[in-house]
């Protein structure tokens, strides 16, 4: 009888490993730790191309007769092992603030910003993980010593990408929409952003122009946001088969 349980848990704990190995493969999220916050990840796959992203949208959903958009308080989540973790919570307060108002400029001339329910209303859920301060200390080290810059050039050149350091920040998105009546889940995102100080493929001014930007703790993160904003907006406008406007 214990060489018979003893068995019988060898197989359930294999069946167990086989399962979680399934379920991890079928995320294909790489390194990233999903923070259980949007209502599905069963549905997101790879953008494919260079980007890293994950996307869904269910082609089911007739997105044309969402005419506006709600959106949650953005939530926030600062990544657990960061070597810097120091924020102060006002700063988390303008930073959700800022993307808020990014989504509402990039959006509500097409698509007005309610408060309520309908069934012409689009609701946006939206979290910022694995949130990573820039180090404005050590950004100021580095701008002020040139010759660290050689190792960072070094870093991007070799595979044709901009410099970057350990201090310039770092996010990841997760967001999705969903029909506001019913919850269903209209479509889903995740990606991650890593700040970049300057880009060498651009030239020297204009690399220098960035890399001074590393004075403010949160420049990088905003400019994700920005991104971020824009991207729902052609989004949306994919779906209602308007041309995205061009910059």
């Given at each position: 009888?214990?060489?018979?349980?003893?068995?019988?848990?060898?197989?359930?704990?294999?069946?167990?490993g086989?399962?979680?190995?399934?379920?991890?493969s079928?995320?294909?999220?790489?390194?990233?730790?999903?923070?259980?916050?949007?209502?599905?990840?069963?549905?997101?796959?790879?953008?494919?191309?260079?980007?890293?992203?994950?996307?869904?949208?269910?082609?089911?959903?007739?997105?044309?007769?969402?005419?506006?958009?709600?959106?949650?308080?953005?939530?926030?989540?600062?990544?657990?092992d960061?070597?810097?973790?120091?924020?102060?919570?006002?700063?988390?307060?303008?930073?959700?603030?800022?993307?808020?108002?990014?989504?509402?400029?990039?959006?509500?001339d097409?698509?007005?910003?309610?408060?309520?329910?309908?069934?012409?209303?689009?609701?946006?859920?939206i979290a910022?993980?694995?949130?990573?301060?820039?180090?404005?200390?050590?950004?100021?080290?580095?701008?002020?010593?040139?010759?660290?810059?050689?190792?960072?050039?070094?870093?991007?050149?070799a595979?044709?990408?901009?410099?970057?350091?350990?201090?310039?920040?770092?996010?990841?998105?997760?967001?999705?929409?969903?029909?506001?009546?019913?919850?269903?889940?209209?479509?889903?995102?995740?990606?991650?952003?890593i700040?970049?100080?300057?880009?060498?493929?651009?030239?020297?001014?204009?690399?220098m122009?960035?890399?001074?930007?590393?004075?403010?703790?949160?420049?990088?993160t905003?400019?994700?946001?920005?991104?971020?904003?824009?991207?729902?907006?052609e989004?949306?406008?994919?779906?209602?088969?308007?041309?995205?406007?061009?910059?």
């Amino acid at each position: 009888m214990r060489v018979l349980h003893t068995f019988t848990m060898l197989f359930l704990m294999l069946a167990m490993g086989v399962v979680t190995a399934a379920e991890d493969s079928d995320g294909q999220f790489k390194d990233y730790q999903p923070k259980d916050f949007l209502s599905d990840y069963s549905k997101l796959s790879p953008e494919g191309g260079e980007s890293e992203a994950y996307l869904f949208r269910d082609k089911t959903v007739d997105v044309t007769r969402y005419k506006k958009v709600l959106i949650d308080r953005i939530k926030i989540f600062l990544k657990e092992d960061a070597e810097y973790k120091g924020i102060d919570p006002a700063e988390l307060k303008e930073l959700v603030d800022y993307f808020h108002d990014a989504i509402v400029k990039a959006v509500s001339d097409g698509y007005p910003v309610v408060r309520e329910t309908g069934p012409d209303v689009l609701h946006l859920r939206i979290a910022v993980t694995d949130l990573v301060p820039n180090k404005p200390s050590a950004s100021v080290v580095s701008l002020v010593v040139p010759f660290l810059w050689v190792g960072e050039a070094a870093a991007g050149a070799a595979e044709g990408k901009s410099g970057s350091t350990p201090f310039v920040g770092e996010a990841t998105v997760e967001m999705e929409a969903l029909d506001s009546v019913s919850s269903q889940q209209v479509a889903a995102y995740i990606e991650t952003r890593i700040g970049k100080k300057y880009d060498w493929g651009k030239g020297v001014s204009k690399g220098m122009s960035a890399y001074t930007k590393a004075y403010s703790t949160w420049a990088y993160t905003k400019q994700s946001f920005d991104r971020w904003a824009k991207f729902i907006r052609e989004r949306l406008d994919r779906a209602h088969g308007i041309e995205p406007k061009k910059d």
